[in-house]
């Protein structure tokens, strides 16, 4: 049982994440030139960046953590037992912080919600409606 929790961790936060990054880079590879990539992503590939500093870090601050807790136990810290309890911490972290953030950014540039503020179909349908009365007045640009 305990080698699928590893297993079944490993994958929700290695699928996450590459699911993420995989799908900011798609969009990115569209872009001609490295500084419309900035220009155009640049919120994305900070995000990301801060994101991996931050999970770096939260993995040596968790082995502490994990090493001081087997120790107080008289156990041995393991690879296997870390992996839960980092995958654990991870999880319960992107629940309320970087995932829903980072997520929101990534795919609001993939998908819409029609007529939130964030989809631009609201302002392709305002350009219609505009073009259609400036035609109806007479008054096309």
């Not at 640049?42 to 120790?71: N, P, R, T």
Request: one cysteine or more.
């Amino acid at each position: 049982m305990r080698a699928f929790v590893i297993v079944l961790t490993l994958v929700v936060v290695i699928g996450i994440s590459v699911y993420l990054i995989g799908s900011m880079f798609r969009s990115m590879r569209k872009e001609r030139g490295v500084r419309n990539k900035w220009k155009n992503f640049g919120l994305s590939i900070a995000f990301c960046v801060l994101f991996f500093i931050s999970w770096i870090a939260h993995g040596f601050v968790q082995w502490e953590d994990y090493s001081e807790q087997q120790k107080e136990h008289n156990e041995r810290p393991t690879i296997a037992g870390f992996v839960v309890s980092f995958g654990e911490s991870t999880l319960e972290n992107w629940q309320s912080e970087f995932l829903q953030l980072f997520s929101f950014v990534v795919l609001s540039a993939l998908l819409i919600h029609k007529g939130s503020a964030e989809s631009k179909d609201s302002d392709d349908e305002m350009l219609e409606r505009i073009k259609r009365i400036e035609k109806h007045l007479g008054v096309e640009k």
